[in-house]
């Protein structure tokens, strides 16, 4: 008998109710203990991420001074007013400076990792000294910065006055078109620490077996790095460009230690600017619609990056 007239011989079953609720109950427990362990992370993913991001996009849906009771439901209206905030643009295109100046720390970052990673004399000093701005945190760097800027008693301020240059002398702080750079700057100090530590823990892991078949073949130290090193260090590079972005978005302590945003709005970013609208100018809807917006601009370029990586 052919398998086709004994499939038609044979009639279908279905399973019985009570041959699949034991079969359920079966998977249910052999899920359990997995459901128990992600449980806690869950939980305080909920509370801490999930949940506030639900209230500010309802408070961005709002009109509210931050005391009164009641809350005006305006819609879109705040979304409306940022858009056509000349303020709120000025200060994303300093975030995307920010972006830019953290994504040069990555390289930096890696070339000083790949000189460390022969090992010189000295090379523990110096990758401690590098760490030790991201150790104690921006807004203590920042501090120990604004000190130094002082126009009157700062260190930058005396060596200005001593060797007759005007600008250092009075502290580019105070300057609108030198703040934001002065603010580069040392973000650019702190970071290139960091990003030498991580570079360092990715050549950790490439295969020296590699290295040593490139330099029996002849290849030269820029020839192993750009072929051998590197293509091992694509996923670390990858998690420096994606760490870059989110820090460059969300880059708010180091600016408001230094100059709050000032003077006038010449180092405002938007993190800075939302804040100042929220609390200062009791804006709160009109803050949480800036937060928003921040938000989708990094899930997008999240996104972009990394799919940019996975293509390459």
């Given at each position: 008998?052919?398998?086709?007239?004994?499939?038609?011989?044979?009639?279908?079953?279905?399973?019985?109710?009570?041959?699949?609720?034991?079969?359920?109950?079966?998977?249910?427990?052999?899920?359990?203990?997995g459901l128990l362990f992600i449980a806690p992370a869950a939980v305080i993913v909920?509370?801490?991420?999930?949940?506030?991001?639900?209230?500010?996009?309802?408070?961005?849906?709002?009109?509210?001074?931050?005391?009164?009771?009641?809350?005006?439901?305006?819609?879109?209206?705040?979304?409306?007013?940022?858009?056509?905030?000349?303020?709120?643009?000025?200060?994303?295109?300093?975030?995307?400076?920010?972006?830019?100046?953290?994504?040069?720390?990555?390289?930096?970052?890696?070339?000083?990792?790949?000189l460390l990673w022969s090992r010189p004399r000295g090379w523990v000093v110096f990758?401690?000294?590098?760490?030790?701005?991201?150790?104690?945190?921006?807004?203590?760097?920042?501090?120990?910065?604004?000190?130094?800027?002082?126009?009157?008693?700062?260190?930058?301020?005396?060596?200005?006055?001593?060797?007759?240059?005007?600008?250092?002398?009075?502290?580019?702080?105070?300057?609108?078109?030198?703040?934001?750079?002065?603010?580069?700057?040392?973000?650019?100090?702190?970071?290139?620490?960091?990003?030498?530590?991580?570079s360092l823990s990715g050549l950790q892991l490439v295969d020296t077996t590699l290295?040593?078949?490139?330099?029996?073949?002849?290849?030269?130290?820029?020839?192993?790095?750009?072929?051998?090193?590197?293509?091992?260090?694509?996923?670390?590079?990858?998690?420096?460009?994606?760490?870059?972005?989110?820090?460059?978005?969300?880059?708010?302590?180091?600016?408001?230690?230094?100059?709050?945003?000032?003077?006038?709005?010449?180092?405002?970013?938007?993190?800075?600017?939302?804040?100042?609208?929220?609390?200062?100018?009791?804006?709160?809807?009109?803050?949480?619609?800036?937060?928003?917006?921040?938000?989708?601009?990094?899930?997008?370029?999240?996104?972009?990056?990394?799919?940019?990586?996975?293509?390459?």
């Amino acid at each position: 008998m052919s398998r086709v007239a004994l499939a038609a011989a044979v009639p279908f079953v279905a399973p019985s109710v009570t041959d699949v609720r034991p079969r359920r109950r079966r998977q249910i427990r052999r899920a359990a203990p997995g459901l128990l362990f992600i449980a806690p992370a869950a939980v305080i993913v909920l509370v801490f991420v999930v949940a506030p991001i639900v209230s500010t996009v309802r408070l961005a849906l709002h009109d509210w001074d931050g005391f009164s009771l009641e809350r005006d439901f305006v819609g879109l209206v705040n979304f409306a007013a940022l858009f056509g905030d000349a303020a709120f643009w000025a200060a994303l295109v300093r975030n995307l400076l920010w972006i830019g100046v953290l994504l040069l720390a990555v390289g930096l970052g890696l070339a000083f990792a790949l000189l460390l990673w022969s090992r010189p004399r000295g090379w523990v000093v110096f990758r401690t000294v590098y760490l030790i701005p991201e150790m104690i945190g921006p807004a203590i760097v920042g501090v120990v910065w604004l000190r130094l800027w002082q126009p009157v008693n700062g260190g930058f301020a005396g060596i200005g006055q001593a060797l007759g240059i005007p600008w250092l002398a009075s502290s580019p702080l105070a300057d609108p078109a030198l703040a934001i750079f002065v603010l580069l700057g040392v973000q650019l100090w702190i970071a290139v620490g960091f990003f030498v530590v991580v570079s360092l823990s990715g050549l950790q892991l490439v295969d020296t077996t590699l290295l040593d078949a490139a330099l029996v073949d002849g290849a030269s130290r820029s020839q192993r790095i750009r072929y051998v090193v590197l293509p091992q260090m694509r996923e670390h590079i990858g998690l420096m460009r994606m760490l870059a972005l989110i820090a460059g978005l969300k880059a708010f302590d180091l600016v408001w230690v230094m100059t709050s945003g000032g003077p006038g709005n010449a180092t405002q970013l938007v993190g800075t600017y939302a804040y100042s609208q929220a609390f200062a100018q009791q804006k709160f809807g009109y803050g949480a619609a800036l937060a928003c917006v921040v938000l989708v601009i990094a899930l997008v370029l999240t996104a972009i990056s990394g799919r940019s990586g996975r293509e390459r």
